[in-house]
């Protein structure tokens, strides 16, 4: 059973920075794309960023040159760098790893989210 842990999440005013960090446990051989989503109250939920295992990066539009999405493929682990966070990036954010390779097989995962709010 794989398991994705999210962190970092929390209050913090417009302007501000937040890291958020996403472990993925289990029998691991191997993940291809990690991401982060988000989901605000009413909304569907959306593409924020996304890294291969390789190091490509794709982000959504509303936040390029704010976020910046890493990961340390020794260590299973993605992380987003959220720099001059807006009231609208206000929402849960999910972390999502894809074709996940372990000892049963390959699958999709995604963690159980942690809320950012930016307000003053």
């Known amino acids: 059973q794989v398991q994705l842990v999210e962190s970092g999440g929390g209050l913090v005013q417009p302007g501000g920075s937040l890291r958020l960090s996403c472990v993925a446990s289990?029998?691991?051989?191997?993940?291809?794309?990690m991401g982060w989503y988000r989901q605000a109250p009413g909304k569907e939920r959306e593409l924020v960023a996304a890294?291969?295992?390789?190091?490509?990066?794709n982000y959504a539009d509303s936040v390029k040159g704010r976020f910046t999405i890493s990961r340390d493929n020794a260590k299973n682990t993605v992380f987003l760098q959220m720099n001059i966070l807006k009231p609208e990036d206000t929402a849960v954010y999910y972390c999502?790893?894809?074709?996940?390779?372990?000892?049963w097989g390959r699958g999709d995962y995604w963690g159980q989210g942690t809320q950012v709010t930016v307000s003053s």
């Open positions: 289990g029998r691991i051989s191997s993940i291809n794309n």
């Open positions: 890294i291969t295992s390789g190091g490509i990066t």
């Open positions: 999502r790893a894809e074709n996940v390779v372990t000892f």
